[in-house]
């Protein structure tokens, strides 16, 4: 019986790990999206066949995906469609889970790199106040993932609403 429940425990840490290094390497994948579309399609590929409700942080980073592929497009009437898409998945998700400091953040990087005439930059002070208010309380990985990156947004400005 107890070999039993130490198989059990070792499977549910390794289950936990791969799924913590598959959140960590789609993290680093964002963040190289932004300047290179192999990578977005990497990321794509990665997440396409998640759902809200299987995995919603992978959900969250495909919907990303298909924001970033839209930056990348050269056709204007893919570009609106994908950024369209990308758009209500990302809200579809943050309206089940508005207290995930994670995708509040990936809206904020969104909204902040999205031209003003797509009428995308409404949550920006709101998300940027979110995460001030509960950093302090996400995983040390998140942290690191999100600090260098919201300073680097912020750089200073108390609002948004000036850009």
């Not at 130490?6 to 964002?30: F, G, M």
């Not at 759902?51 to 990303?64: D, G, L, M, P, V």
């Not at 924001?67 to 893919?78: C, G, Q």
């Amino acid at each position: 019986m107890r070999f039993w429940i130490i198989i059990s425990l070792l499977l549910s840490l390794t289950i936990s790990q791969a799924q913590e290094l598959n959140l960590s390497e789609l993290r680093e994948l964002y963040i190289e999206s932004s300047f290179q579309v192999d990578k977005v399609n990497k990321l794509y590929e990665l997440t396409k066949n998640n759902s809200i409700e299987n995995n919603y942080k992978k959900f969250t980073y495909h919907a990303i995906a298909i924001l970033l592929r839209s930056k990348f497009s050269l056709n204007p009437i893919y570009k609106l469609k994908s950024f369209k898409e990308g758009k209500e998945q990302l809200e579809k998700v943050i309206n089940q889970y508005p207290k995930d400091i994670e995708l509040r953040f990936l809206r904020l990087c969104v909204q902040d790199g999205t031209p003003a005439i797509l009428d995308y930059k409404l949550n920006m002070d709101e998300d940027s106040q979110f995460i001030k208010n509960n950093i302090s309380t996400s995983s040390e990985k998140l942290q690191q993932f999100i600090i260098p990156i919201f300073k680097i947004l912020n750089d200073g400005r108390t609002s948004y609403t000036s850009r």
